[in-house]
């Protein structure tokens, strides 16, 4: 971010850390958040790009696709099976 932008431009930053949210959090307002979640899911409105798939036996290939970094998308681990979409 260019120092110029935040001052000419009146642009602001605010950091955001998930772990902190979580520990000022109530229980409710996690309940809350993760129906909101649940509800985005099903309805398609909330969704993320997977990279690869990865069987459960194949922990150490998912662990080192995910330590590479520079992905399009989630390395996501599935039950021992078909580790196709």
Request: net charge positive; no cysteine.
């Amino acid at each position: 971010m260019s120092p110029l932008a935040l001052i000419f431009r009146g642009i602001t930053l605010r950091g955001f850390w998930l772990a902190r949210w979580f520990e000022l959090s109530t229980p409710e307002q996690r309940q809350s958040l993760f129906g909101s979640l649940a509800s985005q899911i099903i309805a398609g409105t909330l969704h993320a790009p997977v990279a690869r798939r990865f069987g459960l036996d194949d922990i150490s290939q998912a662990l080192t696709a995910a330590a590479q970094g520079g992905r399009s998308g989630k390395i996501v681990l599935v039950p021992n099976g078909d580790p196709s979409p």
